[in-house]
């Protein structure tokens, strides 16, 4: 496949067009850089089927892709009037992560763009929706389209974590702020940057030291450190004051209402690889995509979005 970075957009299995198909059309032209389309189809009666009428059932598959493939030119077709080079395919697979690391694996991606997914809570305890899959260990920047009122982001917010201290997470910090930066810069769009202090956190770490004296003092000594390393992180980047936001609260819940509010349009952030009780209840880039009223872009550590 071609060594030059790209886009990747995964379509969704019903041929519908949805607004990932617009939002990647604009940021491909944007970043100025070319769009590959696959959709991964997979219909589990027609492969049981197979067993039993396989020279039938096969040449129903090869209708039904055939179909899928002519509708998905039609969508590139549209999209390359923006002056996007584009490709598509359509790929039977049924289980469409292991393609997909093929595609990580073969073709140079700056981003996966997707729709997000809503999985009912019951299945994903037990099978991981693909969204997830993609959030917890996909080693590119995932673009999780939900709302997407402008196909081309006006509003980016970029979310940082200044409670740990160490180098590494200082360099994600600053790995985060670079593709929100970038984000809004091709989009001309504005920035915010915000930080949650979630002084529950320290609250449940204290109670479970039983150290219920160290109260006040400490959690407004640590909420003054954090802020402290917010605004020399902000300043580093060049953001503005006015577009600074230190908060306390839970983050979720935070973030979720300061985008409402502010009419984001992509939330930036940050995603590691999860393990443990981290891993069952969820890290705030799945719940966020559940609960925000936006699009969700995340980034792994080393990965950021170029061009």
Excluded at 23 to 35: C, D, N, S, Y
Excluded at 67 to 87: C, I, N, P, Y
Excluded at 111 to 134: G, H, N, S, T, Y
């Amino acid at each position: 496949m071609s060594q030059h970075q790209r886009l990747l957009l995964i379509a969704p299995t019903t041929m519908t067009r949805t607004p990932a198909f617009d939002r990647a059309g604009a940021l491909a032209h944007a970043l100025q850089l070319p769009l590959h389309i696959v959709a991964f189809d997979y219909v589990q009666a027609l492969a049981v089927a197979g067993f039993f009428a396989p020279e039938q059932i096969s040449q129903a598959i090869d209708g039904y892709l055939k179909t899928h493939r002519q509708w998905l030119t039609e969508q590139a077709d549209s999209l390359s009037k923006l002056g996007v080079e584009v490709t598509s395919e359509v790929v039977w697979v049924q289980h469409p992560y292991e393609e997909i690391v093929q595609f990580v694996n073969e073709m140079p991606l700056a981003m996966i763009i997707k729709d997000a997914q809503e999985e009912p809570a019951l299945k994903r305890v037990f099978f991981m929706p693909l969204d997830w899959q993609l959030l917890r260990d996909c080693p590119v920047p995932v673009h999780l389209v939900t709302h997407s009122l402008n196909a081309r982001p006006r509003n980016v917010l970029a979310i940082i974590d200044v409670l740990r201290g160490e180098e590494q997470d200082h360099v994600f910090n600053d790995q985060i702020i670079d593709a929100a930066v970038k984000l809004a810069e091709v989009c001309n769009a504005r920035l915010e940057l915000l930080h949650v202090f979630d002084w529950t956190s320290l609250y449940t770490q204290d109670m479970g030291f039983g150290a219920l004296p160290l109260a006040t003092g400490i959690y407004e000594a640590l909420g003054s450190v954090q802020h402290e390393a917010f605004a020399a992180i902000a300043e580093r980047h060049g953001v503005p004051p006015e577009c600074r936001h230190f908060m306390e609260g839970v983050p979720v819940p935070s973030i979720c209402k300061f985008a409402a509010d502010h009419h984001t349009d992509v939330i930036v952030m940050g995603t590691v690889q999860n393990k443990g009780l981290e891993k069952l209840l969820g890290a705030t880039a799945e719940q966020l995509l559940h609960r925000a009223p936006c699009d969700v872009l995340a980034i792994k550590p080393d990965r950021m979005l170029q061009s």
